[in-house]
């Protein structure tokens, strides 16, 4: 569902809970209270929008437009969407990101270490400039056990705490399962893939 991380619930500790939940009374009230600091701050309001990669295609568009429907439905909040050439909105990104954007996660492997290695201090993606010495020990934690079997109790648990603190400080949400692809001849058949 929205708001759920992307990982698959074999990586994940069941016990956390790292799903945003859709509270419209809740998501009024902080809206209410919000608009009273933003009545200092008006630049900060005007300044609002929606910002995403044309790279992403059709898919990031139809997110961009069904969020902004749901703001305006549910918080009269109007919030437009801009849509930008990829180099363009990369360089918005490193320089001074908006207050709300998407860009999609490139790990460089199928696991939970690789999704949260873009959020380290120092990692190319962390666009959020995030900087969090738990969150790092979080990650050094889990590359330290690798992927064996016999530690994946401890992996899953390690994987959900990361991914708990990216949503609950940094209101970071996932949109959904991470996939990859590879092409194969036809005559190749019975192979095992690893990460």
Not at 62 to 84: F, H, Q
Not at 103 to 132: M, W
């Amino acid at each position: 569902p929205p708001g759920c991380p992307g990982l698959p619930a074999k990586d994940l500790d069941s016990k956390v809970n790292l799903c945003y939940t859709m509270d419209i009374p809740m998501a009024q009230k902080e809206w209410k209270k919000a608009q009273q600091e933003l009545a200092t701050k008006p630049e900060l309001l005007k300044s609002l929008k929606f910002v995403y990669s044309k790279q992403g295609g059709e898919d990031h568009k139809r997110t961009a437009d069904w969020l902004g429907t749901e703001w305006k439905k549910k918080l009269d909040l109007v919030v437009p969407s801009e849509a930008l050439e990829n180099k363009i909105f990369l360089s918005l990104l490193e320089q001074k990101p908006p207050l709300i954007f998407r860009k999609g996660l490139s790990p460089e492997r199928p696991t939970c270490a690789a999704v949260l290695e873009n959020f380290q201090k120092d990692h190319p993606e962390n666009y959020l400039k995030i900087e969090n010495l738990d969150l790092e020990k979080t990650i050094t934690s889990m590359l330290n056990l690798g992927n064996s079997n016999k530690d994946k109790k401890k992996l899953n648990s390690l994987c959900s705490e990361g991914l708990k603190k990216l949503k609950d400080t940094y209101r970071f949400v996932s949109t959904g399962p991470i996939h990859f692809s590879m092409l194969l001849k036809p005559q190749w058949q019975g192979l095992k893939i690893n990460e």
